[in-house]
Nanobody, 115 residues
Framework: QVQLVESGGALVQPGGSLKLSCVVS????????MGWYRQIPGMERELIAT????????YYADHVKGRFTASRDNAKNTAYLQMYRLKPEDSGVYYC????????WGQGTQVTVSS
């Protein structure tokens, strides 16, 4: 059974930084291209960043490009999303998943950017 456990969300002031983690179990993590998604109330989940198996051709949504960096540590079965210069509009619940063949979703981690 695949489990995705996101963590690292917090309340942070505009301009601040956060690093999210996503631990994946029940599957060979190294074979999974991973994506980070953000969901705000009333909206669908939005794919904002990807980190492929071969670490090539990353995707970033325009509104996070240059501020967010996705990475992975296959030895720890963990994907990361480093977020810099956070803005209030970055607020939402963040999820990770295989962006090609999604598994059941984890609980996500809440990021709130507010002064």
């Amino acid at each position: 059974q695949v489990q995705l456990v996101e963590s690292g969300g917090a309340l942070v002031q505009p301009g601040g930084s956060l690093k999210l983690s996503c631990v994946v179990s029940g599957v060979d993590f190294s074979l999974n291209p991973m994506g980070w998604y953000r969901q705000i109330p009333g909206m669908e989940r939005e794919l904002i960043a990807t980190i492929s198996i071969g670490l090539n051709a990353p995707y970033y949504a325009d509104h996070v490009k240059g501020r967010f960096t996705a990475s992975r540590d296959n030895a720890k079965n963990t994907a990361y999303l480093q977020m810099y210069r956070l803005k209030p509009e970055d607020s939402g619940v963040y999820y990770c998943n295989n962006f090609q063949r999604p598994y059941p979703w984890g609980q996500g981690t809440q990021v709130t950017v507010s002064s």
